[in-house]
Every structure is written in C-alpha cells, then in structure tokens.
Antibody
C-alpha cells in the first residue's frame, strides 16, 4: 500500500525558513517523479513543484521560484521542500504526491504551514 | 502558462440526478487531463486520467470526455458520497509545470 507521510509544518514568521519532509513507503520510490501541492485554507489546489526520479531535474510554480527548493534522498525514500523567504500567502496545507505516467495518483494527508507574525 | 478554468463554481444537484462539470484549458493539452475528487478534511483522490480513463476502483458512474481545450466530467447518478469538490488538472508534457482548475463544488440540492 502506497503511503506518503508529510511532516515539518509549523507556525513561522514572515521571512522565515522551513523544511518539509515526506516519508514514502509501499512503492519503489526512485522509480517515480514526486510533487508538492499546496492548499490554502478554504481554497483550491495549487501545484508547487516536482522533481524527477533521479533528482536531476526540478520545476517550480512561478509563485515559489527562487524561494523554494525541492529535493529527494532515494536512499531513505524521502522527499523534501526547503522553503525560505516565507510570505503570509504561503500559508497552506502542503501535500506530498506521487506521479505515475505524468499523472499524480497518490497523495499524503498534508502538513500545515502557517506564516504569521 | 496554461490556465485551467472550471465551471460552474458550485453545482446544486439532487441525489440520483446527473451532474456535468466543465473544464477549459487556455491552450490545447490534448488528452493530458485528470480529474480529482476532494472531500472535506481529506486529500484529493484521482478519478480520471487521460481525459476519459477511470482510475482503479472508481465507479462506472464517473465518466470523462473531451480533448484539446474542452473537457467534461459526468456523474451519471449522484450518490451521497459524491458530494465533494472536483478539480481538473493538465499534465502536458512540456513544460512540466502543472495547473489545476479552481474547482467545482457539487452540493446537495
């Protein structure tokens, strides 16, 4: 059974930094591209970033480009999102998600990031 | 950047009735289109990919159609568990930047 468990969400001040983690199990992690998707409270889904299976390529939404960095460690089946220069508009539930054939097919339950002074 | 637009924002339907949700892309995405269902407090669930292929375990009352820029998700006979928010998402090959629609809430009439 595919499991994606996010962690690291906390309350952080504007301008601060944070690292989210996602522990994956139930599938061969290094066979799949992985994503981060976020959802602000009461709002819709917003794609954030993806990283290819070997970590060689990463892509970002314009809203986070230059501030967020996605990475992965295939030796421990983990995905990360380093977030810096955080803004109040980054407040959201952050989902880790797995891709198969370019389609996001599994999602974690999310970790909540609140940016507030 | 491809922009996905869903309509209507809210759809009020009685149980047993048919629901038709629309999704439009700002440029052609061929059939690189997925639909997701999200219930309150839950993560999204994949319903449809390739514009019309149901994901594993998805009931036959869910169907998708369309190609290019116009797509439709149809729920043939709404069950109580189908009241949720539905999102479309394009996954065109390049650039691999993904975009979701803003969602359609299907509520009980």
């Amino acid at each position: 059974e595919v499991q994606l468990v996010e962690s690291g969400g906390v309350v952080v001040q504007p301008g601060g930094s944070l690292r989210l983690s996602c522990a994956a199990s139930g599938f061969t992690f290094d066979d799949y591209t992985m994503h981060w998707v976020r959802q602000a409270p009461g709002k819709g889904l917003q794609w954030v970033s993806l990283i290819t299976r070997d970590g060689g390529s990463a892509f970002y939404a314009d809203s986070v480009k230059g501030r967020f960095t996605i990475s992965r460690d295939n030796s421990v089946n983990s995905l990360y999102l380093q977030m810096s220069s955080l803004r109040t508009e980054d407040t959201a539930l952050y989902y880790c998600a797995k891709e198969r054939g370019k389609v996001i097919d599994y999602w974690g339950q999310g970790t909540l990031v609140t940016v507030s002074s | 950047e491809i922009v996905m637009t869903q309509s209507p924002a809210t759809l009020s339907v009685s149980p047993g009735e048919r629901a038709t949700l629309s999704c439009r892309a700002s440029q052609s995405v061929s059939t690189n289109l997925a639909w997701y269902q999200q219930k309150p407090g839950q993560a999204p669930r994949l319903l449809i990919y390739g514009a019309s292929t149901r994901a594993t375990g998805i009931p036959a009352r869910f169907s998708g159609s369309g190609s290019g820029t116009e797509f439709t998700l149809t729920i043939s006979s709404l069950q109580s568990e189908d009241f949720a928010v539905y999102y479309c998402q394009q996954y065109k090959n390049w650039p691999p930047v993904r975009a979701f629609g803003q969602g359609t809430k299907v509520e009980i009439k």
